[in-house]
């Protein structure tokens, strides 16, 4: 099987690597690159558990060649980590509501 060299920039990092012409993906952030944060779901790109960031755009890397986003810019984590500060900065708001509010039993 033939191999080549990767260079990727993945959250930020320049990556350089040798992988198989066949590798896809998410088996290269997973067990070359050691980015487990990118899961393994369906194995055919219906789920989304795999949806990764290439130059900003979301691409399910069950379904991508690892060699087809050579030189491009790659976000793993950043997926995860800006849906919990939405869901933070949500709860703040909420939580920032019901404390100016009275509880119900003060109304009367």
């Given amino acids: 099987m033939a191999k080549r060299l990767l260079q990727l920039t993945v959250n930020d990092r320049v990556r350089e690597d040798a992988v198989a012409d066949d590798a896809l993906l998410v088996d290269y952030l ?12 369906c194995d055919g790109g219906e789920c989304g558990a795999c949806t990764v960031l290439i130059d900003g755009v979301p691409r399910l890397s069950c379904i991508t060649l690892a060699a087809s986003v050579a030189g491009r810019l790659a976000d793993v984590e950043r997926l995860y980590v800006n849906s919990l500060m939405k869901t933070h900065d949500a709860n703040e708001g909420i939580a920032a509501f019901l404390a100016k509010r009275k509880p119900s039993w003060e109304h009367r």
């Fill in 30 to 41: 997973r067990d070359t690159a050691g980015l487990t944060g990118t899961k393994q779901g």
